[in-house]
């Protein structure tokens, strides 16, 4: 699997080194366990903090099923 290079703010959630999408998608994962940001009452639904906001694109939630995307969208 390909090492992909992490945008600004994804690199603030899982780090600058380069690492595949599966990994990239782990590390995120445990950063919001680690972090507690699942929603209390709807579990596929993720609260940001700050780090994450930022990687969201502004939005203070994001759906799990939207996670890949946007993951998608800060890779090289």
């Known amino acids: ?41 709807n579990r596929r639904m993720i609260n940001a903090d700050n780090k994450l906001k930022a990687l969201f694109g502004g939005r203070s939630q994001v759906s799990m099923f939207d996670l890949a995307k946007i993951i998608s969208a800060n890779v090289k």
Do not use: E, H
């Not at 690199?11 to 209390?40: F, T």
């Open 1 to 41: 699997l390909k090492p992909l290079a992490p945008s600004p703010a994804l690199a603030d959630v899982i780090g600058s080194k380069p690492a595949s999408r599966p990994d990239i998608i782990k590390k995120v994962w445990d950063y919001i366990k680690k972090q507690g940001l699942q929603d209390s009452k």
